[in-house]
Each structure stands twice: as C-alpha cells, then as structure tokens.
C-alpha cells in the first residue's frame, strides 16, 4: 500500500513537473514581449515557491494545472459611456494549490492574455469603434468550495501589464461633446480586485464567471467639453479618471480533478411514532 502511494504522488509531481516546466517557457515568452521584468519576477518566484511546496507534500494531490479561454465583456468607468459593450478574448493558464487539509480551500495563480476596452456605436455623446487595450494578467485568487455542491467561490487581487495601447476609432460632435485626443496614452500598470465563481460541469470541465474592477486609475484626469449652445462660451469642462471593469466567461480545464461531494443528512420530520 505504501508502495502504491508513493508511486502515485510521483507520477503527480511528474504531471506537476510538466507544467512547471511549460510556465516557465511561458514567462520566457512574456519576456520576449518586453513586459515588464517585475511581472516575470514576481512570476518564477511564485512558482518556484509552489514548486518546492509541492515537494514537500507530494504524498497528496494538492497542487493542479488548468488551461482556460473565454470571452470578456468591459467598460472603461470614467469614459462616459456606459455598458459592457466590448467584447474581447481572454485565454491563458493557471495553477491551484490547495492550503487546507479538507481540500475546500485553494489558492490560484494565472498568466492570462485578454482584450478590455470600450464600445459604442451610436454618437451619444460619442462614438468609440473597436477601442482595444491588450493586457496579460498576473491574479492571485483565493477559492473556498461549497462541499454540497461543489460551486467554488473566489477573491483576489491582480496585476495587468497593458502590452499595446488604445487602438481603434473615435468619433464626436465638436459642437456638442468633446473628448480630449490630445493624450490618449493609458497607465501600463492596473491592479485589480477579483471576484470569481466557479461551477463544475464533467471531471475537471468548469464554467468559470469573473468579474474584475480596478483599484486605481488606468487613466487620469482625462478631460471633456460639453457645449450647451452654439454661443462662444456657453460650455462645460470636466476631468474623470477612468478606471477598467470587466466580466469574464470562460471555461477551465483542471487536470486530475476528480470532484467529489459531501452528501447532506436532513432528518425526516415524517417519522413519528404513535
């Protein structure tokens, strides 16, 4: 039996050792892409921290890989508009550790590659067109699962590195509302607060929803003019700070995930004895 054991947590570290493996030539990727070196830092760090976790406790299969895709919905908060109109893609991989003896509480960390932005087609009170900002996030989310059910439920933080800036088309009313073009660079650096619910579907297949809201501005004080009349004077001028917000569907894939539930025990109110 104890043989058995251990040949089973090594073909796990075999399996982990894989992924590992695969991160790496990931951030090496990041690399070539002229990230920032911080990111790829911070990155190795913690999967060379994991690493040696999983050494250490390889006698249970406490750390799983998972690769994910999807689509994201976003708004620019600040921008004027309102709506998640812009949709964009999102895929990349992840990791989970598991940091509790009953399994129900797991800690997450993903490389992801996704598209935010805004959208509006209609000239009220402007027009952006495929407005695109590319980021690849860095999110550290800790996950509690329902034993009951198996729904799991996560917050975290992120850190996104935006790897090209606005791109797209932007059109106003110059006798109306008028967003300044003078400047339109973003910050290169957002961090993020996560909410994250995750819904198991087949083995390790699961829906995955994920909201994502910045803590400080991406963009600051950006200002627009609104004309009230076509007199010379007769106008308004603001400044927002603009901050990014973002819902995401996707669908994980985590390796050697095999759920299992607790079965609940409701006494029956029906038994009475007379």
Known sequence: MEQTDHSASQIILQKYNFFYDAALEYTYLIISMKIHKPIIIALILLLTVSQTFAQRRSDRQIIRAYPLIGATASQIRGDELRGFNKWGITAGVGSEVTISSNNLWKLSLEAVFSQRGAYNNTNDPYSLIQFTMNYVDIPLTLHFTDPYGGITIGVGLSYSRLVQQPHGMMFYNAGYFIPD??????????????????????????FNLRFQHSIIPVKRDWMFTEHYSAAEGDEHSWTNDCYNSSVSIRLLYVFGEQPKYKKSHKKSSNKRRR
């Open 181 to 206: 073009t003078s400047d339109m660079t973003f910050l290169r650096n957002d961090f993020s607060a996560a909410l994250d619910l995750r819904f198991p579907i087949w083995r390790g297949l699961t």
